[in-house]
């Protein structure tokens, strides 16, 4: 059976076109902090590869003989939650498990001796204890998905490692490297009743320091790619390749999922005598987004959390963030991979995460807004989309519904863009698309609609921006600059077509003050101004 590529669980390289495990990590600084017997932290987004490197640092370790290393998965105590009796002796269960996997049955012995005599609740430093005194090498413990555990039965995991500490590397594991989604640093604990909160940090400040492991970077891009090409002549187009970077920025799991989707989901991409266009990897990225696969439901579910609203809503609004945002929270939306330090600042991660966004945040007032809206309402019969009447019919829409539709988003304060963005996809998901910019201090959101021509335009694309400005203070001013930016904006995306829209959310002024719509001409260049 010929390889492909992977999306789910860790990769093999026998099944699944892949990068070398350990050249996505620093082996050598790993390779010192054992040496050193350091305790330390390996975290990253869900689905970047992480089990796989820690497997492969398993074998690396083992197959060198001076140490036994052994890998545990403790999500298999998540379901315990509080009830620290059960989730230890799951967690023994794992450990033991998978030492006898590596050839060592000395854990389970000692397991099944500490469990028939009632230790369980205080048992996990014992056990280790007891085990290290027994292995003929010094142990080397690697623990995934940490930050599965909650509370109470993360403290304990965390301080029964911290209690044994002192004894390494003769009678507990020389080195323990925890694995997760987040930082140690971020394991928000609630304490008690009162909601008291301690961290993580506290509860294991052992920790010689934090590992990140990175998204591909462009050349690990086209050397997945060029796996598939190599085995199958199915090459990918230069703008095909340029496009799935563009999109993903090098986020794994998306990399390898645009291109299954391509190669393997859709006829045309089966084809191995059709080499692979940027055509096709659009398709593909919509189809992956319109299927809320797991990984972007996943990553969207985080939404609802009041520590990543704080940093997600003034993106979409185009505005600072507020001053009780605390760096741990932005920490954190970063760890969780939504976010990045770009060289604008702070920025949503990738194009893909940044159109499942508000698109998530929308569905439901899309699912609304079937019965009011019909998409061919709004295509002419030319087939160009007519978007000065989508434009006015919104703007009627939002006179009469935006005071309790707006109240319906979990983002309220920018409840006017993603209303809009709403409306639109109700029509332009119809056969188009929307591509959008937005983040920290652009004081705008920039969409960019893209629908598809027919009849003797077909092949060609329509294209019209349309730039969204909340109004602060003077509306003159406010609109000398939106045009500014709508005119830079459409020269850089080559658009036709350009409207600017201007929500004035000031509750002294009347709808007969708000609504408006004007041309304005700068150097024979025209924009419409839309008030709402």
């Keep these: 059976m010929s390889r492909f590529f992977n999306t789910e669980g860790p990769v093999s390289s026998k099944k699944h076109y892949c990068l070398p495990a350990l050249a996505r990590v620093e082996l050598a600084e790993i390779e010192s902090l054992i040496d050193r017997e350091k305790y330390f932290v390996l975290h990253a987004p869900r689905q970047t590869g992480k089990t796989t490197c820690l497997l492969a640092l398993r074998d690396h370790l083992n197959r060198e003989a001076k140490l036994f290393c052994v890998y545990a998965n403790l999500e298999v105590a998540q379901g315990a939650r509080e009830d620290i009796q059960m989730g230890l002796s799951l967690i023994l269960r794992e450990i033991a498990r998978r030492a006898s996997n590596e050839g060592d049955p000395a854990a389970e012995r000692i397991r099944r001796d500490m469990e028939s005599e009632g230790a369980v609740i205080t048992s ?60 140690v640093r971020d394991y928000r604990l609630r304490i008690n009743a009162g909601k008291e909160v301690i961290t993580g940090g506290s509860a294991f400040n052992i920790k010689a320091k934090s590992l990140r492991l990175d998204d591909f970077t462009r050349e690990d891009l086209e050397v997945l790619y060029g796996q598939h090409t190599e085995e199958t002549a199915q090459r990918f187009e230069p703008e095909a390749v340029q496009l799935a970077w563009d999109l993903t920025r090098g986020q794994p799991w998306l990399t390898n999922a645009l291109a299954y989707e391509v190669c393997f989901e859709t006829p045309e991409g089966r084809d191995r005598t059709r080499a692979v266009t940027a055509a096709m990897l659009l398709a593909a990225k919509e189809a992956l987004i319109l299927r809320r696969v797991t990984h972007l439901h996943q990553l969207a579910d985080k939404l609802r959390e009041e520590r990543v609203r704080g940093v997600i809503e003034p993106m979409l609004r185009g505005e600072d963030l507020e001053r009780q945002v605390s760096p741990d929270d932005v920490e954190y939306v970063m760890d969780l991979g939504l976010a990045r330090r770009g060289p604008a600042g702070l920025e949503i991660a990738n194009p893909i995460y940044r159109e499942v966004i508000p698109r998530e945040l929308t569905w439901l007032q899309e699912i609304n807004l079937e019965s009011r809206i019909q998409p061919a309402w709004y295509v002419a019969p030319d087939g160009r989309l007519d978007m000065e009447k989508l434009l006015a019919a919104f703007q009627s829409f939002f006179r009469e519904h935006s005071e309790h539709w707006v109240e319906r988003f979990d983002y309220k304060e920018a409840g006017p863009q993603l209303l809009l963005q709403a409306y639109l996809h109700r029509v332009v998901n119809h056969g188009g698309r929307i591509e959008r910019e937005y983040g920290l201090g652009r004081g705008r959101t920039d969409l960019l609609v893209v629908w598809p021509r027919k009849g003797s335009d077909e092949g060609r694309e329509q294209r019209a921006v349309i730039e969204l400005k909340v109004l602060r203070g003077d509306l003159e001013k406010a609109l000398q600059l939106g045009l500014e930016q709508t005119l830079e904006y459409q020269d850089r995306t080559a658009s036709p077509e350009a409207h600017l829209v201007i929500f004035d959310r000031r509750p002294e002024r009347s709808w007969a003050e708000k609504l408006y719509r004007r041309v304005e001409d700068r150097g024979g260049r025209k924009v419409v101004v839309w008030g709402m």
Excluded: N
């Design 124 to 183: 996990l430093t014992d056990f280790l204890a007891q085990w290290c005194a027994e292995l003929k090498k010094p142990l080397v413990l690697l623990l995934d998905e940490i930050d599965s555990l909650v509370g109470d039965m993360l403290i304990m995991v965390l301080r029964h490692l911290r209690a044994g500490y002192d004894q390494r590397p003769v009678r507990f594991p020389q080195s323990v490297l925890l694995c997760g989604v987040r930082d």
